[in-house]
């Protein structure tokens, strides 16, 4: 970690190769994205771009009089009802009677968002690539007010409709950086003054007792696989959290939640 009066700011190396997201940037073209809270939330992103709404219209129309959404006037509003709508999307996908087509989300690059804030946390994921995982960690990142998600390029998955549902909006709130080089970016958050700490079920000490009084930025990798070892060796410690031994492991979602809560309530 960084000595006190020697923070610097994030270059942004990492993450500014070919566009700001590297060499395997994650969605290429448009997005679908479908539910309630994740259209919504798209709706009201002035990042994002929407070209098209397919709705019920009953459903519609009540959330607009209830005031739950506010349409742009341009906006292309098509109306259908909700079995063709399911042709829109993913098989069986829970839809509720929204759909949107949208760009992609602008770039995001690293120094932009990872402030050094003691009180926003960054979580860094190596090669998680479940969208519902990765969506429920967005969601969990957001609720505890993290500073960003930090990914690499070619190893998570892409902007779609399953992550979006399962971040419920907070894919349009919190900051998604991409990477060319995890081992890279994790060096830059050390010269900006993050603690990193690296989640693992061997980990030698305790979360609560790696948990320092500064900015962290939580590592955590694949189930099964867990943290490669390369990515290992860029965090400052490797903890674990205290669960019994006949759990074996949790889901890498519970166990960020758990990460983020330890980290907003440490002095309380």
């Not at 892409?158 to 971040?167: I, N, Q, R, W």
């Amino acid at each position: 970690m960084a000595k006190k009066g020697k923070e610097r700011v994030l270059r942004g190396r990492a993450g500014r190769m070919q566009g700001g997201r590297g060499s395997g940037r994650g969605t290429k073209g448009a997005v679908r994205l479908w539910g309630r809270h994740a259209v919504v939330a798209a709706l009201d992103n002035p990042d994002r771009e929407v070209k098209r709404l397919w709705a019920v219209r009953e459903t519609l129309d009540a959330m607009v009089a209830e005031g739950e959404v506010e349409l742009p006037e341009d906006l292309r509003v098509e109306y259908a009802d909700g079995q063709d709508l399911a042709r829109l999307v993913t098989r069986d996908a829970p839809h509720q009677n929204l759909v949107i087509e949208c760009e992609p989300l602008p770039d995001v690059h690293l120094a932009d968002v990872a402030t050094g804030d003691r009180e926003a946390p960054i979580v860094v994921l190596d090669h998680v690539t479940d969208p519902h995982n990765v969506g429920a960690i967005m969601r969990s990142a957001a609720a505890f007010g993290a500073a960003c998600l930090v990914t690499q390029d070619r190893h998570a998955p892409p902007e779609s409709g399953v992550l979006a549902k399962s971040a419920s909006g907070a894919l349009e709130t919190l900051p998604w950086v991409r990477v060319v080089n995890l081992s890279r970016a994790l060096e830059e958050m050390a010269e900006a003054g993050y603690w990193r700490i690296g989640l693992d079920g061997d980990g030698e000490v305790t979360l609560a007792e790696a948990l320092p009084t500064g900015p962290v930025a939580f590592v955590l990798g694949a189930e099964g696989d867990g943290l490669r070892y390369q990515v290992g060796q860029h965090c400052d410690q490797i903890a674990r959290l205290p669960i019994e031994t006949a759990v074996e492991s949790l889901n890498v979602s519970n166990a960020a939640a758990i990460a983020l809560y330890a980290c907003a309530t440490r002095g309380d």
